[in-house]
């Protein structure tokens, strides 16, 4: 079975710093996409960012870019999210997903309803 475990999350002030991790299993990394996502309350989840295991490239939404930085770790399977200069508005439930990176996967990737394995959320909360 595939799992994604993510975790990393925690309450911090605006302006802090939060690193996520998300490990993956059952599945082959190299041949997988990894994308962060995040649902605030009363919103839809939306994309934050995407990572690809077969070349290692790295892609960011609008509010994440210049902020936030996705890497990989094939080693150990896992996905990293540094985040920084957090804000209120970042507050929210972080999921990682994968889906396999075949053609298209990038756009794909942007979009939770192409994704094909969902971990559990770890919480963000970001609050003076």
């Known amino acids: 079975d595939v799992q994604l475990q993510a975790s990393g999350g925690g309450l911090v002030r605006p302006g802090g710093f939060l690193k996520l991790s998300c490990t993956a299993s059952?599945?082959?990394?190299?041949?997988?996409?990894i994308g962060w996502f995040r649902q605030a309350p009363g919103k839809e989840r939306e994309a934050v960012s995407c990572f690809g295991g077969t070349d290692s490239s790295t892609y960011y939404s609008d509010s994440a870019r210049g902020r936030f930085t996705i890497s990989g770790d094939t080693n150990e399977n896992t996905v990293y999210l540094q985040m920084r200069f957090l804000r209120p508005d970042d507050t929210g439930v972080y999921y990682c997903g994968a889906l396999p990176q075949k053609r298209g996967w990038l756009r794909r990737c942007f979009n939770r309803d192409e994704i094909n394995y969902w971990g559990e959320g770890t919480l963000v909360t970001v609050s003076s």
């Open positions: 059952g599945l082959a990394f190299n041949d997988h996409a």
